[in-house]
C-alpha cells in the first residue's frame, strides 16, 4: 500500500521538478502545494489508504487534514 503512495509521490515530483523529501517538507511554495494536492488526490483515487495515512505519507503532521478527493479535485481544476 504504501509502495504505491511512494510511486505517486516520485511521479508527482518529477512532474514539478522537485525531489520527493520537498515533496514531504514544510515548504508552502505555490508550486510545492500544487504538488502536494496533486500527490494527495491520487493518492486518494489511486490507493486505498485512509486521509490518515495519506498526511503521514506526506509527513503531515498537528492538526493538518487532508480533504476529501472531490474538494481536491475542485481545487486543483480550478473550478472552485
Known amino acids: 500500500m504504501f509502495l504505491d503512495a511512494l510511486r505517486i509521490m516520485a511521479q508527482v515530483a518529477v512532474k514539478y521538478?522537485?525531489?520527493?523529501?520537498?515533496?514531504?517538507?514544510?515548504?508552502?511554495s505555490r508550486r510545492l502545494c500544487a504538488a502536494r494536492r496533486e500527490a494527495i488526490y491520487r493518492m486518494a483515487?489511486?490507493?486505498?489508504?485512509?486521509?490518515?495515512?495519506?498526511?503521514?505519507a506526506l509527513g503531515l503532521r498537528g492538526g493538518v487534514k487532508v480533504r476529501q478527493p472531490k474538494v481536491i479535485?475542485?481545487?486543483i481544476s480550478?473550478?472552485?
Open 73 to 75: 479535485h475542485t481545487i
Open 45 to 56: 483515487t489511486e490507493t486505498s489508504l485512509s486521509r490518515r495515512e495519506i498526511a503521514r
Open 17 to 28: 521538478d522537485i525531489t520527493a523529501d520537498d515533496l514531504r517538507g514544510s515548504g508552502r
Open 78 to 80: 480550478g473550478e472552485g
